[in-house]
């Protein structure tokens, strides 16, 4: 995996092998990010990332300025690689071993995006319940986006807050916005 933009550039990193995660490629990465490019000042907002994995995207996030990332994975190792790979890098990430879905349902934390790139196998109402629970707990900041990743073969557009869907060969990022205020008083 590699650190698209910022101070990182071009930075290769190698996660252990014994991890059970499938990284956003380098091409996802990169549309996806200039997508964000465009709306967002990294170094305004904050980000979650939810089955945070190898750190992939948290990298990515910090290289370009943001401040405040949070990680959440499961698994042990992932939470330690990303914290070894922090540490080595001198990024400032935030990480919890923690169950996702637990997480959404305890967290008090607030977010300008949150990222969510759970395993391409759960069943349509399990990425549901990840987007149904970061707008009911109110985790996402006004103006913020929640971006899912998932298969080509998952549709998640008729969710209320879908707002669109970004395909890049078999990954789709799903993304998700709580209304304008224009439009809630139309």
Known sequence: MRIIYGKLKSRRLSAPKNLPVRP??????????????????????????????????????????????????????????????????????????????????????????????????FEEDQFLKIVDLVFERGILNEDGVLIVEHSKHTDLSKHAKHSYDKRYGGNVFSFFENPAKEDEEE
């Open 24 to 121: 956003t490629t380098d091409m996802a990465k990169e549309s996806l990010f200039n997508i964000l490019n465009n709306t967002y000042y990294f170094d305004a907002i904050s980000v979650i990332d939810l089955f945070a994995g190898t750190g992939n995207i948290s990298y990515e996030f910090a290289s370009r300025g943001t401040k405040t990332i949070y990680a959440i994975d499961a698994h042990f190792g992932c939470i330690k690689f990303i914290n070894s790979t922090a540490k080595a890098l001198d990024l400032d990430i935030n990480t919890y071993k923690s169950d996702v879905y637990k997480f959404l349902e305890k967290t008090n934390l607030t977010s300008d995006v949150v990222f969510a790139d759970p395993p391409y196998d």
